[in-house]
T-cell receptor, first 108, second 112 residues
Framework: RKEVEQDPGPFNVPEGATVAFNCTYS??????FFWYRQDCRKEPKLLMS???SGNEDGRFTAQLNRASQYISLLIRDSKLSDSATYLC?????????FGKGTTLSVSS | GAGVSQSPSNKVTEKGKDVELRCDPI?????LYWYRQRLGQGLEFLIY????????KSGLPSDRFSAERTGESVSTLTIQRTQQEDSAVYLC??????????FGPGTRLTVT
């Protein structure tokens, strides 16, 4: 069965903290990986793609470990507006397999 | 430009009735997906359309669920003889590239 597993959290952190989320995927044939963000009662939105060499977009860094089938997202200098659920996503042929998400709550 | 739109935004129906949900994808996007998200749960893939190819229906939970798409435009998801466990948010997404899916706001279905 093709699955993406994430720690559901919640992760409660103060503003300015660094927080890391991890996920594992079961389909070794998956080639593409992504992180999506979903705000409460809203639709998911693409946050960033995850490349083999790791990639950074401002305060966000994504990394992929194919050998361990493991993906991570690091958020530095957390902002209140980062509070959301972060969905780890793996490609599976014609579809995307979404994890159930990790909830982040940033407080002042 | 216009994003993905879905209608209705909310639908309350009685158990046993049929419902039809509509999705208008972003113009030019060849791929269209339907997902279901139950309260507090992750996204569950239902069906995928790509151009004029046969749809991938592998995620449809039962034969009460069906979907159609006309060319590369509007899609409808039909649920026949609705059950209470069908209550969920039904999300539609379109894309021109597999990873970057643009989601509509969803239809919140409540079966009473």
């Amino acid at each position: 069965r093709k699955e993406v597993e994430q720690d559901p959290g919640p992760f409660n952190v103060p503003e300015g903290a660094t927080v890391a989320f991890n996920c594992t995927y079961s389909n070794s044939a998956s080639q593409s990986f992504f992180w999506y963000r979903q705000d409460c009662r809203k639709e998911p939105k693409l946050l960033m793609s995850v490349y083999s060499s790791g990639n950074e977009d401002g305060r966000f860094t994504a990394q992929l470990n194919r050998a361990s089938q493991y993906i991570s997202l690091l958020i530095r200098d957390s902002k209140l507006s980062d509070s959301a659920t972060y969905l780890c996503v793996a490609e599976a042929g014609t579809a995307l397999i979404f994890g159930k998400g990790t909830t982040l709550s940033v407080s002042s | 430009g216009a994003g993905v739109s879905q209608s209705p935004s909310n639908k309350v129906t009685e158990k046993g009735k049929d419902v039809e949900l509509r999705c208008d994808p972003i113009s030019g996007h060849t791929a269209l997906y339907w997902y279901r998200q139950r309260l507090g749960q992750g996204l569950e893939f239902l069906i995928y359309f790509q151009g004029n190819s046969a749809p991938d229906k592998s995620g449809l939970p039962s034969d009460r669920f069906s979907a159609e798409r006309t060319g590369e435009s509007v899609s409808t998801l039909t649920i026949q003889r609705t059950q209470q466990e069908d209550s969920a948010v039904y999300l539609c997404a379109s894309s021109s590239y597999l990873g970057e899916q643009y989601f509509g706001p969803g239809t919140r279905l409540t079966v009473t």
